[in-house]
C-alpha cells in the first residue's frame, strides 16, 4: 500500500534573501496554497530592482521590510515572526520558539551563516554580520582611536577602505590584501588606491535601504537577541558613518602573514609587562614602544603586539545548521553546511536547503563554484522553489542556468569589480596561464586560460569586457590564435567575436 502522503504546507525557514525568494517562488508555483515563512528576525530582506546585466551576472538592491510587506505582495505567504528551535525531520514539522508547532509536506532551511569569530565572547572582539552587530560597530568605531582588522575577506576589504578618522591595523594571514577575491597582482592595484589619500569626496553609493523604523527593533525580545538577523549585503555600510574619533580621512597599516597569537585585556597587559608598539605613520622610520594605554591588546604571530580600543574579527563564517541538528542526521558539508545535491535536497526526506546554510554537493560545472554570497542565495532560494514544486508534481528539474558560470560583481575602494569562473585559477594547478592588462588607479583586467580557452577572469574598474568575457568562458572558444591580442586595448574585442 502506498504510504499516505504527508499532510501540511510548504514552509521556509529564515527570511533573509534565499528564504525570501524561496517563498515567493513558491507562492507563485502554487497560487492556491498557503505558503509559511517562518524567520527569527523581526525584518525580511526583499530583492528590489533586479537587472539581469548579462547572462549570468546580475545587480539588485536590497529592501529590509516588515513581514507584512512580503505578505501584501504575496497574499498566500504568512509569515511567523518566530525562531525555530527544533525539527523533527521523521514527523515533518518544525518547532518555534513562540511555542507553536507546524506541519510540512516540504520545508527549506535557509537560516544562513553566523561570523565564525576568533576570540568569541571577548568583549574587545566584533564581528559584523547583521543590522544590529554593524550599529554596535559603528557606535563602539565613533569612540576608537585605533582599531585592529583580522581577516583578508570581503567584510575587512569594505572596512579597510571606509574607515576614517581612526587608525586601523589590519593583521592578514597572507601576503597580499583580499586573497578571497584578488591575486596578488590585483592586490597591488588596489593597495596603492588604499594607500593613497583618499582626496576626493566619497561617492555615495547606498543600496541597501533600512526601511524599518527603530521602534520595530527595540521591541525586539531579549529571548530573540540569541537569533542572528539576515546578512547585510552590498554596501551595508552606506548608510552608517563609520568613523572614529579623530579629524583625518584614512591611516592604515598591513601586518601581512600573521594571525592572532593572544589577545590581552589592559589590566592583563599591565601585569605582563610587555611591549607595545606605537602606530606605523611613516613606514620608513623605525617602529617605536607606544606610550599609550589601550582597552585590549593583540599579539601577533610575527611578534608584534598592537594595543588597540577593539578588534573586528572578518574571519569568514559558519553555516547556521545548529538549530536543526538535534536527532536528525544531516549529511554535513567539509564546512558544516547541510549538503544538498543538485535539486537542493538535503540528506533527510522533503528537507531542502538554499543559501548560506548549505554546501553545494552536485557536480558543478568546471566554471562554478560556492561562494556565500548575496546572488548565491538568491538563485538558490528560486531553484530550490522550482525544484520543491517540480518534485511535488513528481518530475525533476534541469539545473538553473545560474550555476553554469559563476559570476559576482561587486566594488571594492569605489572601483567596480567583476569575477568571473575561475577568476583566481582555483583548482586548476599549474596548467594554466595569466594574461594582464593593467592601468594604474584605472582597470586592471586578469583572464585565466587553460588550453587556449578562456575560463576566469578579474575585471576591475569600468572595462565593459564582462559580457564578452562571460560569453567566451560559457562558449570555450579555442582563442589560442588571438595570443596577447585578446587584451589589446585597442582592439574593440566585442567586434572582435561578434
Ligand atoms: C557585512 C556583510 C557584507 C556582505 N556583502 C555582500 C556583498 O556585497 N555581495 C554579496 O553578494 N554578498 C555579500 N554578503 C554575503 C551575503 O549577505 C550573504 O551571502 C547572503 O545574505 C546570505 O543569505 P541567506 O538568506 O542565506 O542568509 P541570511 O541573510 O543570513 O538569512 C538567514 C535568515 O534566517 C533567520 N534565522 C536564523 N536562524 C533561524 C531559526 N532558528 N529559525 C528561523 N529563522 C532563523 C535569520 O533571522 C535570517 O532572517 C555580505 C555579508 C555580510 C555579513
Ligand atoms: N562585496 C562582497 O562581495 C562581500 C561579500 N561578503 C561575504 O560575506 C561573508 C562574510 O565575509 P568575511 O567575514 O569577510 O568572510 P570571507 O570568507 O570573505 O573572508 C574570511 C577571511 O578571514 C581569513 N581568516 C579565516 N580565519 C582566520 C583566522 N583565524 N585568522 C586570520 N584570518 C582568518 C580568511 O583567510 C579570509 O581572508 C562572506 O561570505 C563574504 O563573501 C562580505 C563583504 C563584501
Not at 230 to 251: I, M, Q, Y
Not at 271 to 291: C, E, G, Q, R
Not at 293 to 304: A, S
Amino acid at each position: 500500500m502506498e504510504a499516505a502522503r504527508p499532510a501540511g504546507t510548504f514552509v521556509v525557514v529564515g527570511g533573509g534573501i534565499a528564504g525570501v525568494t524561496c517563498a515567493e517562488q513558491l507562492a507563485v508555483s502554487f497560487p492556491e496554497e498557503d505558503i509559511l515563512l517562518v524567520t527569527a528576525s523581526p525584518v525580511i530582506k526583499a530583492v528590489t530592482n533586479f537587472r539581469q546585466v548579462s547572462k549570468v551576472l546580475e545587480e539588485f538592491d536590497v529592501e529590509e521590510q516588515p513581514g507584512t510587506m512580503l505578505e501584501s505582495r504575496f497574499p498566500n505567504i504568512k509569515v511567523i515572526e518566530s525562531g525555530v528551535k527544533q525539527l523533527k525531520s521523521e514527523d515533518h514539522c518544525i518547532f518555534t520558539e513562540d511555542g507553536r508547532e507546524f506541519v510540512y509536506k516540504k520545508v527549506c532551511l535557509c537560516a544562513g551563516a553566523k561570523p565564525k569569530l576568533i576570540y568569541e565572547g571577548n568583549p574587545r572582539v566584533l564581528g559584523i554580520r547583521d543590522t544590529d552587530s554593524a550599529q554596535e560597530f559603528q557606535k563602539e568605531l565613533a569612540k576608537a582611536r585605533r582599531i585592529m582588522i583580522v581577516g583578508n575577506g570581503g567584510i575587512a576589504l569594505e572596512l579597510a577602505y571606509e574607515i576614517e578618522g581612526c587608525e586601523v591595523v589590519w593583521a592578514i594571514k597572507d601576503k597580499a590584501i583580499g586573497n578571497t577575491f584578488f591575486d596578488a597582482g590585483a592586490a597591488e592595484f588596489l593597495t596603492s588606491k588604499l594607500m593613497s589619500e583618499k582626496s576626493e569626496a566619497k561617492i555615495a553609493h547606498k543600496r541597501t535601504i533600512y526601511t524599518v523604523e527603530e521602534a520595530k527593533k527595540e521591541t525586539r525580545t531579549k529571548s530573540k537577541a540569541d537569533y542572528v538577523g539576515s546578512a547585510l549585503g552590498p554596501d551595508w555600510h552606506g548608510g552608517l558613518a563609520l568613523k572614529g574619533t579623530e579629524e583625518f580621512s584614512h591611516s592604515i597599516h598591513i601586518e601581512t602573514r600573521c594571525e592572532v597569537k593572544k589577545i590581552y585585556l589592559e589590566e592583563e597587559f599591565k601585569i605582563m609587562k610587555k611591549k607595545s608598539l606605537a602606530f606605523p605613520k611613516d613606514h620608513h622610520k623605525s617602529v617605536t614602544a607606544d606610550k599609550e594605554m589601550w582597552p585590549v591588546y593583540v599579539e601577533l604571530t610575527n611578534g608584534k603586539i598592537y594595543g588597540c580600543d577593539f578588534l573586528v574579527s572578518a574571519t569568514g563564517v559558519t553555516p547556521n545548521v545548529h538549530p536543526f541538528l538535534h536527532r536528525n542526521n544531516f549529511a554535513l558539508g567539509e564546512d558544516g553546511g547541510l549538503r544538498v545535491d543538485d535539486q537542493m535536497r538535503t540528506s533527510l526526506p522533503d528537507i531542502y536547503a538554499a543559501g548560506d546554510i548549505c554546501t553545494a554537493c552536485w557536480q558543478p560545472s568546471p566554471v562554478w563554484q560556492q561562494m556565500r554570497l548575496w546572488t548565491q542565495a538568491r538563485q538558490m532560494g528560486c531553484y530550490a522553489a522550482k525544484c520543491m514544486a517540480a518534485a511535488s508534481m513528481g518530475h525533476p528539474i534541469d539545473m538553473d542556468f545560474s550555476f553554469e558560470l559563476f559570476a559576482h560583481v561587486t566594488k571594492f575602494f569605489n572601483y567596480k569589480v567583476v569575477l568571473l569562473g575561475k577568476y583566481n585559477a582555483q583548482g586548476l594547478g599549474a596548467d594554466h596561464e595569466l594574461m594582464l592588462r593593467c592601468t594604474r588607479g584605472q582597470e586592471y583586467v586578469k583572464v585565466v586560460m587553460q588550453n587556449g580557452r578562456m575560463v576566469g577572469a578579474v575585471l576591475i574598474g569600468e572595462t565593459d569586457l564582462e559580457e564578452t568575457f562571460e560569453n567566451l568562458i560559457l562558449n570555450q572558444m579555442d582563442l589560442s590564435s588571438y595570443g596577447e591580442e585578446l587584451l589589446d586595448p585597442n582592439i574593440d574585442i566585442e567586434d572582435y567575436f561578434d
